[in-house]
């Protein structure tokens, strides 16, 4: 199965922004398209953003709209998200999976924190 890997979380002030990237052990076209997800203390996981493999279309959740950018180096199995103007409720651990249907394992995730 194929093993996905994140990075690029960290502590950075309100307004900074971040480039999160998510490698994966396999060819990831075989996946079709891929999200980022996150989830806050207390919240359930939600997507944030998606990308079709072939095609580069691209989809985003509302809070992340205007500010995040996802993409994908498909020859370096990679899928990134680039945040900025980040809020304090961006805070969250961020994954990324298979989407619509992610995969039953997930990665560890990279943790993302905004404040001040």
């Known amino acids: 199965q194929v093993q996905l890997v994140e990075s690029g979380g960290g502590l950075v002030q309100p307004g900074g922004s971040l480039r999160l990237s998510c490698a994966a052990s396999?060819?990831?076209?075989?996946?079709?398209?891929m999200g980022w997800y996150r989830q806050a203390p207390g919240k359930q996981r939600e997507l944030v953003a998606s990308?079709?493999?072939?095609?580069?279309?691209?989809n985003y959740g509302d809070s992340a709209k205007g500010r995040f950018t996802i993409s994908r180096d498909n020859a370096k199995n990679t899928v990134y998200l680039q945040m900025n103007s980040l809020k304090p409720e961006d805070t969250a651990v961020y994954y990324c999976n298979r989407f619509p249907q992610p995969l039953l394992s997930w990665g560890q995730g990279t943790q993302v924190t905004i404040s001040s």
């Open positions: 396999a060819m990831i076209v075989s996946l079709n398209a």
């Open positions: 990308i079709d493999l072939i095609f580069g279309t691209t």
